[in-house]
């Protein structure tokens, strides 16, 4: 139980997490995945390369101890991390783990002089409350998982029915359960996780579901991405009729069930779990405004299936903009435009009712620019919602 002089130093410690919270992340990172082979597949190496994975870790330890009085002031960080950690499968017994290194890192960096006995006590106590909030989240969302129609706990086995390439760095996986179930009723933006061996190591990764939940599969469609092993993987030597390991779906950028016109904005892959929010969109006929930026049309998934969709529904508007090619013309329902897009471009593509629920993913420069359009377009601060592919960041300049 944490006490009030164990809160007291805590939060007294928030300014050396301020000027090296990095580097300690880092360097916490560091020693758990080269000693503990037990955590590493719940880590995607290419984030700790970036550093994104090191850089998250120490935004969301300086939140929790500038906010450990009242943890009502995270947000919706929270959420995001139970809705990953289940996605990946991350259990009770992962957490001493974590714990025991964190606390390691932050003596070893901080150094002993400062981070006294008194310190990691306190510290201990403050990861203790948290990973018990954790663990008692996951527990939930694991049990209502395993008891919803077409749900499972675990691992369920899936077969690849079917591999499209929608470009040559997207590729789209339909899956179908081994077990011939049904397929529980995901929620438009929710993503799966898998498991894999890749050359002989567990890898676990999420990936969004890139299309409206049907009762019978699931789909997710991957961008191979230069360094990444599971993507690579995934792309060359994954094939059709192949088996794989999947958790259940998760994550909490869903789609609203309001009748408010929609705003769908995305940046390269990112249009992947906003396909499944048009689906369902489009089915309930709301008026939809998709902003799709690519860098150029051959680049684009999903180019052809939305033009024919627009085609077919008054009420869906699209906006194209490629960064490196001339726009093809415009077609009917269809706007495009050539070159980086700015705040200018998506301002005059937005509608004009702002009273609007507008999602947005893509790459971070695209989602700050996306996030400062919307508020300065004056839509509502609680109807402007994003995701993160990777580990969250801060969108806020």
């Known amino acids: ?31 758990m995945l080269s000693e503990n082979e037990a955590v590493q597949p719940l880590f995607n190496s290419v984030h700790q390369q970036t550093g994104a994975q090191p850089r998250a870790l120490a935004r969301s330890v300086l939140m929790y101890a500038k906010h450990i009085d009242d943890l009502s002031g995270l947000g919706d960080l929270p959420a995001q991390i139970i809705h990953k950690h289940v996605s990946l499968q991350v259990q009770p017994e992962h957490y001493p783990i974590v714990g025991a290194y964190l606390l390691r890192a932050i003596r070893e960096v901080l150094g002993a002089e400062i981070v006294t006995d008194e310190v990691i006590d306190a510290w201990g106590a403050a990861y203790g409350q948290l990973a018990d909030i954790l663990i008692s ?40 359960p081994e077990d011939g179930g049904k397929v529980v009723a995901y929620q438009a933006g929710q993503f799966i996780g898998l498991r894999l061996l890749v050359n002989g190591k567990e890898q676990r990764r999420n990936y969004s579901l890139s299309q409206a939940a049907d009762g019978r599969s699931l789909r997710i469609s991957v961008k191979r991405e230069a360094q990444g092993v599971v993507s690579s993987h995934l792309h060359t030597q994954v094939h059709e009729g192949d088996v794989l390991e999947v958790f259940a779906p998760a994550g909490h950028f869903t789609l609203d069930d309001s ?13 992947t779990p906003l396909m499944a929010m048009l689906e369902k969109a489009l089915a309930a006929q709301r008026p939809t405004t998709l902003i799709h930026c690519t860098r150029s049309p051959d680049l684009q998934a999903f180019r052809t299936q939305l ?51 507008a999602y947005f993913l893509g790459p971070v420069g695209f989602m700050r620019l996306a996030q ?9 601060k609680a109807q402007s919602h994003h995701e993160f592919f990777g580990p969250a960041q801060a969108l806020a300049a």
């Open 372 to 380: 400062t359009v919307l508020r300065d377009a004056g839509v509502p």
């Open 307 to 357: 033009i024919e969709l627009a085609a077919q529904h008054s009420h869906l508007q699209l906006r194209f903009s490629y960064e490196q090619e001339a726009a093809p013309e415009n077609t009917e329902g269809v706007q495009v435009a050539t070159g980086m897009p700015d705040a200018a471009l998506l301002q005059a593509w937005l509608p004009v009712q702002r009273d609007v629920q």
């Open 1 to 31: 139980m944490l006490n009030e002089r164990q809160r007291a130093i805590v939060k007294s410690t928030v300014p050396l997490l301020e000027a090296g919270g990095e580097a300690l992340t880092t360097h916490f990172y560091q020693l």
């Open 259 to 271: 009748d408010k016109p929609l705003v769908l904005m995305a940046a390269g892959v990112g249009i």
């Open 137 to 176: 989240a996951e527990k939930s969302m694991y049990a209502d998982n395993a008891q919803l129609e077409g749900g499972w706990a675990g691992v369920r086995r899936f077969v690849v029915a079917r591999k499209q390439a929608e470009t040559s760095e997207i590729t789209s996986f339909t899956l179908h």
